[in-house]
């Protein structure tokens, strides 16, 4: 072993104390205790790339009216389960001014982060058709919708986009739906791990098969308005977000406070059923719930005995953002704008140093600088690269988690890396392609 930024004896030490198996083949959280413990034994700061959350202050706006509605005694009460009205109109709103999507407010509801909007419509989703049983993933993603299948004892089926763009999409999807056991399609855009985003062309097919197949849609938006190849930051003004719902009205979006507020931790987010859909009837659904009705069972069938409801004051957090946004005082999008610069000089720094780019282009585009971006070295598997790489003080999470193909990739996140980091990073890859360069 040559030697590195982190002396090997603490890292072969704290991965033998860990009892992982493999530090490559670890959960995010695993990486992040694991990297934690090798920090502290070193005392040398790691370039901690492995956990998507953010790395920003919340706006006072979402703060401020949190305190204020707790301070009305607000806790004291149940919210009711379909979310304040004030809260469903500005999401309505949010929707129209940044989506051009017209959705009625009753069609829009809170949920305890999209984490809950995800959990509660695979739930319901799966009891549509009584003849279809699976969910079809277009992965990479979020490896977490994964385990919520498992929890859920739910059907899957998934495949990599990677060599699906464009037109090869139609076909690829036309496989699966026309197998007849697809009762709906998830994927987020951007994409969480690759930062690729569908395009135009892309989203259109999918709303054209929906339409075809009557395969209902979840398009996450965890990542919402964060293309910043093109200006998504003027409420009322093209151009607005891509979105399946301009080809389809077999959709539920699910919109994060999370990263376009910087407001995880107060577990709220959106979920944005069609109007036709909230309003259809599916007979089936009578086999577990009271009613028909896939709104009214959304509401009262699944999110009430989930939590009864997201919590009040974080409502009224997310009512005075949304407010905010939607009348152009809060430019949502500028301040979350940090990461894609982040993302713009670290890749440079990989290039420069022998590494690619895995997820690069949006059909014929190079992809958006953004949360997330995808990396592999010549001669590494991803789960190889990842570990050789604690060695150099630079944590990461391996694709193999994400349901990519590309078993050669890394998911790098630039939230966590601070500007002053970038001399640091620069060094250790630097020294990294001096040590493994061919
Ligand atoms: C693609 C994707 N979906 C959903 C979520 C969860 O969002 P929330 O914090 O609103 O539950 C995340 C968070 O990292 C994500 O990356």
Request: glycine residues 8%; hydrophobic residues 35%.
């Amino acid at each position: 072993m040559k030697n590195t930024p982190i002396p090997s004896q603490i890292v072969q030490d704290k991965f033998k104390e860990s009892g992982l198996s493999s530090i490559g083949g670890a959960s995010i959280r695993e990486i992040k205790r694991l990297i934690d413990t090798i920090e502290q034994a070193s005392e040398v700061e790691f370039v901690r790339m492995e956990m998507g959350i953010p790395g920003l202050p919340p706006s006072k706006i979402g703060t401020e009216a949190q305190i204020a509605a707790l301070q009305n005694g607000v806790a004291a009460k149940y919210p009711d389960i379909q979310g304040i009205p004030q809260l469903k109109q500005q999401i309505s709103s949010f929707v129209k001014n940044f989506m051009n999507v017209d959705v009625n407010p009753a069609s829009c509801l809170p949920t305890v982060g999209s984490m809950q909007g995800g959990f509660a419509s695979f739930l319901t989703l799966s009891r549509i058709h009584k003849e279809r049983d699976t969910t079809l993933f277009i992965d990479p993603g979020f490896p977490v919708h994964m385990q919520q299948h498992k929890v859920l004892n739910l059907k899957y089926e998934s495949f990599d986009v990677y060599n699906f763009r464009g037109e090869k999409l139609r076909e690829k999807l036309e496989s699966y739906f026309s197998k007849g056991n697809i009762h709906s399609v998830l994927y987020s855009n951007p994409n969480n791990p690759s930062w690729i985003c569908f395009t135009e062309k892309e989203l259109q097919i999918i709303g054209e098969l929906a339409n075809k197949y009557d395969v209902v849609i979840m398009e996450d938006l965890a990542y919402f308005g964060m293309d910043f190849r093109r200006d998504l930051s003027k409420p009322g003004q093209p151009p607005y977000q891509f979105s399946v719902a301009n080809y389809t009205d077999n959709y539920i979006l699910f919109i994060s406070s999370s990263k376009a507020f910087s407001y995880a931790g107060e577990r709220i987010g959106m979920m944005v059923i069609s109007d036709a859909l909230f309003n259809r009837r599916f007979p089936d659904l009578k086999r577990f719930y009271g009613n028909d009705l896939f709104g009214h069972t959304m509401v009262f069938g699944t999110l009430y005995p989930l939590s009864s409801g997201t919590s009040h004051s974080a409502q009224y957090a997310l009512t005075a953002l949304l407010e905010a946004a939607n009348s152009g005082s809060l430019n949502f999008v500028e301040e979350v704008k940090i990461y894609g610069e982040k993302a713009a000089i670290m890749k440079k720094l990989f290039t420069d140093n022998g590494f690619s780019i895995v997820y690069d282009m949006d059909e014929d585009q190079p992809i958006a600088d953004g949360f997330y971006f995808t990396y592999s070295y010549p001669g590494f598997s991803g789960v190889d690269l990842l570990e050789k790489m604690i060695y150099y003080g630079i944590s990461a999470i391996s694709l193999d988690i994400t349901g990519s193909e590309r078993h050669e990739g890394i998911r790098a996140c630039t939230s966590l890396i601070r500007m002053d980091q970038m001399d640091a990073l620069e060094e250790r890859l630097k020294l990294f392609h001096e040590h493994h360069k061919q």
